[in-house]
């Protein structure tokens, strides 16, 4: 497999188009050692909810292929659509070609124009990151049961509503509602399965995309890894499912006119993993 063969190239994967074979036509994704996080006193801190490189750790790429390969062999169990065809090493699987969920310029282009790229669907059991520095009013770690929006993916993420993607003809109200339907679905099984090993997703992140073969059908597509999860302990949750002890493990702060929150449980991908693997 050479570069020529190269369809895309992201923070944690590459995808390559395989030209022979018995999966001729396919897919095949490798995944990388890149982590993401933010660099804190000039050390790398690792954390899947920010969207920055900041180095490597050996074998990662292995691990997350599978933990991937867990995670859709079960959604394959319960009927849940996704790319995945199977796994043929430590780090690479065969997937279904699909094209992520984007739009084209509108023609004619015009100075600065760009086209929507692949579109990112969060979900999120509680507040926390990027929602609660957005909505600061509520509580931290409240429960917005799997609440889901819309990200460009790129250099710098932004929110998008799903009104504006109906709008723009981006998708269309039934593609949508089926998206977020979809994401939800995924989200109750992951976060099930967290559950039943004590612990608890706080949120996490997919990439939907249309089959190219069939109908278009929308599917879960990239990956369910560590890189997508933020995890923790010491869950105790209220009647209405909000986090009692929020007070010991959010930690906000104003400065600046900058907001910042942190999860002082949240658990390492390492400390996971292996309860899957």
């Not at 050996?58 to 995945?84: D, E, M, W």
């Not at 609440?147 to 932004?158: A, L, P, S, Y």
């Not at 949120?203 to 073969?213: I, S, T, V, Y």
């Amino acid at each position: 497999m050479t570069n020529e063969n190269l369809v895309y190239s992201g923070k944690s994967k590459d995808v390559f188009t395989i030209a022979e074979g018995p999966h001729a036509g396919k897919y095949r994704l490798v995944f990388k050692d890149d982590a993401t996080g933010y660099m804190e006193n000039g050390k790398p801190v690792f954390d899947p909810g920010y969207d920055t490189v900041v180095g490597q750790i050996s074998g990662k790429g292995a691990i997350a292929c599978r933990f991937a390969t867990h995670f859709f062999k079960l959604l394959q169990a319960r009927n849940v659509p996704s790319h995945y065809i199977e796994t043929i090493s430590e780090n690479e699987m065969i997937v279904e070609p699909a094209d992520p969920l984007s739009m084209a310029v509108e023609s004619p282009s015009f100075p600065g124009s760009a086209p929507l790229l692949n579109l990112e669907f969060t979900w999120r059991n509680n507040a926390t990151g990027s929602f609660w520095r957005r909505y600061p009013f509520v509580r931290p770690c409240r429960n917005v049961h799997k609440v889901v929006e819309v990200w460009t993916k790129g250099d710098v993420d932004v929110l998008i509503t799903l009104e504006a993607l109906a709008e723009t003809g981006a998708m269309s109200k039934d593609e949508i509602a089926q998206s977020v339907e979809l994401v939800q679905s995924i989200a109750q099984i992951v976060s099930q399965e967290f559950a039943a090993n004590d612990l608890h997703v706080i949120d996490g992140k997919f990439e939907l995309g249309r089959l190219k073969q069939g109908d278009g059908k929308i599917v879960i597509i990239d990956e369910i890894s560590p890189d997508v999860l933020r995890v923790c302990k010491g869950y105790i949750p209220d009647d209405s499912g909000n986090c009692a002890a929020y007070q010991q493990c959010a930690i906000t702060s104003l400065f600046d006119g900058k907001r910042t929150i942190k999860n002082r449980n949240q658990v390492p991908a390492a400390d996971f993993m292996n309860i899957f693997l």
